[in-house]
Each structure stands twice: as structure tokens, then as C-alpha cells.
């Protein structure tokens, strides 16, 4: 079955730290891959995807992720905390094959929190 | 460039009540998701269109809910009756043609509190 993990509900880094959120996924294929943030009563912001080519993808705000085929993971990551990056995060996984709209699901999120 | 517009951004009702949920998508994009995000959770989809057709309505509890997209455009979601454990934030999303990877983009959502 298709379905896709965040092992970590609740996250807090001290601002300036690094951080890297967890993101697994059952699939037969190779699925696109993507990461979105939703701040506190705000809709869902696409950070970074990843879909073919280069397994290491950079997105905005100084977020980049990694695709590990052999470890059916997509851990997103950055270097260095703002207190601004306080939110929930979704790993969300695309299925190709259908139509040609991807069924899009989300994980369950980690919600980050930031200690000044 | 317009987003995805979404409205009411607040619904109080109560249980047993009516309630429905309007959605524009960005212009030219033809594929729309509703999807309900309970607290704490990651959203589920409840429907998919591409244009005017649901291609994926398994999620969508269809004893009670039931959603149209009449010209292809905006999009409407109804609950009726609504139960308390209805209560949740419905997001819509849409995407483009040409995006085949399947890019999402959310509207602020329409948060529904059944009493």
C-alpha cells in the first residue's frame, strides 16, 4: 500500500542549529516527492519537490532535501534555524500513473518549534 | 497572480446544521483537490477533479458530503447534516497541466467548528 511516515510529531532545535525532519515512504517506484510548510492558520507552502535527476534538491527559504532510493526516505534539512521557521512541516508523496494528475498524499507532520 | 481562493475562512454551526465551502482555483489550472485537515493531522484527500470530472472520490463519505465543480472553474464542498466529528479545517488545493509532477497550491483553508 501506498502511504507515507513522519516519525517525528514534535521537534525543538535552539535557533541557529541545524535541523534535519524525517520522511519515509512505501511505494513500488520512485514517487515524486515533495515538502510543504503550513504556518499557524495558513494554508500549505511548497518547499521543495523532487521528481528525477539530482537526489539532493534545494528549496526556498534555505531548506534543501535529500532522496535516498536505497532507504525510501526524503529527509528534509537546514543548516541553520530562524526563529521564523517555527511551523508544520508535511513530507507529501505523488504517485505517477494517474491521469495526468498525481494522487498526492500527506504525511502527518512535525511540528517544529525553535528555543531562542 | 491570483491564489486559491477559498471561502468561508470560519464556519460555527451546529450539529445536524447544513454547511458548505466555496473554492476558486488559480486561473488555467484544471485539476482541484478538496482535502480535510483534522488538528494535529496531515490532510486527507477527500476529492479530486480535472475539469468538471471527480476522477477520485473514494475518500469523500458521500452519505453525508458531496462536492461539484459544475463549469470547471470554482468548487463547491457541502456537509449535510453536519456531525461533530466533521469539525476540521477544508482545504482546497489546485494544480496546472503543466506541471506533470503534480504541485499543489493551497488555499488559507475554511475552518468548520460543528457544536
Known amino acids: 500500500a501506498q502511504s507515507v511516515t513522519q516519525p517525528d510529531i514534535h521537534i525543538t532545535v535552539s535557533e541557529g542549529a541545524s535541523l534535519e525532519l524525517r520522511c519515509n515512504y512505501s511505494?513500488?517506484?520512485?514517487?515524486?516527492l515533495f515538502w510543504y510548510v503550513q504556518s499557524p492558520g495558513q494554508g500549505l507552502q511548497l518547499l521543495l519537490k523532487?521528481?528525477?535527476?539530482?537526489?539532493l534538491v534545494q528549496g526556498i527559504k534555505g531548506f534543501e532535501a535529500e532522496f535516498k532510493r536505497s532507504q525510501s526516505s526524503f529527509n528534509l534539512r537546514k543548516p541553520s534555524v530562524h526563529w521564523s521557521d517555527a511551523a508544520e512541516y508535511f513530507c507529501?508523496?505523488?504517485?505517477?500513473?494517474?491521469?495526468?494528475?498525481?494522487?498526492?498524499?500527506f504525511g502527518s507532520g512535525t511540528r517544529l518549534s525553535i528555543r531562542p | 497572480e491570483a491564489g486559491v481562493v477559498q471561502s468561508p475562512r470560519y464556519k460555527i454551526i451546529e450539529k445536524k446544521q447544513p454547511v458548505a465551502f466555496w473554492c476558486n482555483p488559480i486561473?488555467?489550472?484544471?485539476?482541484l483537490y478538496w482535502y480535510r485537515q483534522n488538528l494535529g493531522q496531515g490532510p486527507e484527500l477527500l476529492i479530486r477533479?480535472?475539469?468538471?470530472?471527480?476522477?477520485?472520490d473514494s475518500q469523500l463519505p458521500k452519505d453525508r458530503f458531496s462536492a461539484e465543480r459544475l463549469k470547471g472553474v470554482d468548487s463547491t464542498l457541502k456537509i449535510q447534516p453536519a456531525e461533530l466529528g466533521d469539525s476540521a479545517v477544508y482545504l482546497c488545493?489546485?494544480?496546472?497541466?503543466?506541471?506533470?509532477?503534480?504541485?499543489?497550491?493551497f488555499g488559507e483553508g475554511s475552518r468548520l467548528t460543528v457544536l
Open positions: 486561473s488555467g489550472h484544471n485539476t
Open positions: 488545493a489546485s494544480s496546472s497541466p503543466r506541471s506533470n509532477t503534480g504541485e499543489l497550491f
Open positions: 511505494y513500488g517506484a520512485t514517487p515524486y
Open positions: 523532487y521528481f528525477s535527476g539530482d537526489t
Open positions: 477533479y480535472e475539469n468538471e470530472e471527480a476522477v477520485d
Open positions: 507529501a508523496v505523488g504517485f505517477p500513473g494517474y491521469s495526468s494528475a498525481s494522487k498526492i498524499i
